[in-house]
């Protein structure tokens, strides 16, 4: 019999929560399968097999909270024993008598959180995609179409509503339907995080715009030698907005710092964090010791964070430190936003959408891709002019990429 432990956390984490149990008592496993995972403020951690086997026994359930090294399950090397249809632990798989076998293999599985959370809210799970291991039903495929539901049953309010929950029966024949769903772990903690940005620190916005012709030219023009060159890289915008930042921040050091009580941290290098989605809420992978990598390791890095992100597979040394942060709400459309510092940095750099505007070039009237640009800093280490000048500064290197190049 082998105890299988919950990884030990990080010092800044404190607990856990059982997200999701891969495999049920009896399954059969390999050695590193990913047996269950863990859900912290930051990331999502896995426990894997020790060895080939089978789990006998799951102690902590989905949805428990859990602490560093506790005991999760128990796990038994070799053969499994046990009847590999059993989707839930601790109850006997159900006699074959009991329902054609067709039938049976048409169930979706479906874990214990899932499921809960579906019958509270009414939701049909043979409807609902798996996107866990086998076609798992997961708590997150359930919060997703929750939100779905609710999303149609507002764009079709006056319609009737079949069957509305407890909870909201007495809206529910006014075609007023209200649904709530739990906040994931690392949703709890990015508002909490963001909440205290805002109370301990004394953020300004200082805004510029930057005329993209100059580097869409040159995507344009070595876009595919680029490409080739690399092994399939794609030169995208955010290699040159994270190399003009780190050419700012050597002019602006202050930019670069962070503030640790009652001093002032000055970084001699530029750890640039760039803010992704992932399903669970926001996160900040960094590429550390930024200047020393070529645009196409810039772009090669930012791309893996992305699909880790997307996947839960960024780990807590990914999202540790950071200098300074890059955040792209252009990718969906923003036009113009003020982002929130990333404690304990001192200063975000915001992209929005490029679009075509009518901008006076030379006396003359000229259609230009244009970007707004946001720099949201804490004004108790950074002046508003020195803000400005990094700013523009920023712009500077966009519009004429050669200055990097030459060191002007």
């Known amino acids: ?25 009896g399954e059969s496993v390999k050695r590193d399968q990913v047996l269950v995972d863990i859900e912290t403020d930051k990331v999502v951690l896995e426990v894997v097999a020790p060895a080939d086997g089978h789990l006998s026994e799951i102690l902590r359930q989905e949805g428990e ?3 560093a090294e506790e005991v999760l399950a128990h796990f038994v090397a070799g053969a499994s024993v046990a009847p590999a249809t059993s989707k839930v632990a601790g109850k006997a798989p159900e006699k074959a008598s009991q329902a054609p076998a067709e039938t049976a293999a048409e169930e979706p599985i479906v874990s214990p959180a899932a499921k809960k959370m579906a019958e509270e809210n009414k939701v049909d799970v043979t409807q609902i995609p798996g996107t866990g291991k086998g076609g798992r039903v997961t708590k997150e495929d359930v919060l997703m179409a929750v939100a779905s539901i609710s999303s149609a049953t507002a764009a079709v309010s006056r319609a009737p509503v079949a069957e ?24 709890a903690s990015v508002a909490r995080r963001l909440l205290e940005a805002q109370q301990t620190a004394a953020i300004l916005t200082t805004f510029n ?13 070595y876009k595919d030698a680029f490409s080739k060159a690399h092994n399939g890289t794609r030169l995208g915008f955010m290699s040159f907005f994270v190399r003009a930042s780190i ?13 640790d009580g009652s001093d002032i941290v000055y970084h001699g290098y530029q750890d640039i964090g760039v803010a992704v989605g ?14 020393s990598l070529t645009l196409a390791e810039i772009e090669e890095q930012i791309r893996d964070y992305g ?19 890059i955040s792209n709400g252009g990718t969906f459309g923003s036009l113009l936003s003020t982002p929130i510092l990333n404690p304990p940095q001192t200063a975000i750099l915001g992209m929005h959408k490029i679009q075509d ?16 640009l946001a720099l949201s800093y804490d004004h108790r280490l950074i002046d508003g002019q020195e803000a400005v000048r990094f700013l523009v500064t920023i712009k500077d290197f966009l519009e004429e990429p050669a200055r990097i190049l030459l060191d002007i």
Do not use: C
Request: charged fraction near 25%; avoid cysteine.
């Open 357 to 372: 505007r009518p901008m006076a070039v030379n006396g003359q009237v000229q259609i230009r891709p244009m970007m707004y």
């Open 164 to 187: 509305p929950s407890a909870a909201n029966e007495a809206d529910g024949a006014s075609g007023r339907v209200e649904r709530r769903v739990p906040m994931t772990r690392l949703r």
């Open 65 to 67: 909270t859990i602490l």
């Open 247 to 259: 050419e700012a921040l050597k002019r602006f050091p202050a930019v670069n710092a962070s503030i």
């Open 278 to 291: 992932s399903p669970r809420g926001l996160v900040v992978p960094v590429v550390r010791d930024a200047d």
């Open 307 to 325: 699909g880790r992100a997307q996947e839960n597979k960024l780990s807590i040394d990914d999202m540790t430190g950071g200098t300074f942060t």
């Open 209 to 221: 715009e930057v005329d993209m012709t100059a580097i869409m030219e040159l995507r344009s023009q």
């Open 1 to 25: 019999m082998i105890e299988i432990n919950a990884p030990e956390f990080p010092e800044s984490i404190a607990d856990g929560e059982i997200a999701t149990w891969h495999v049920q008592v």
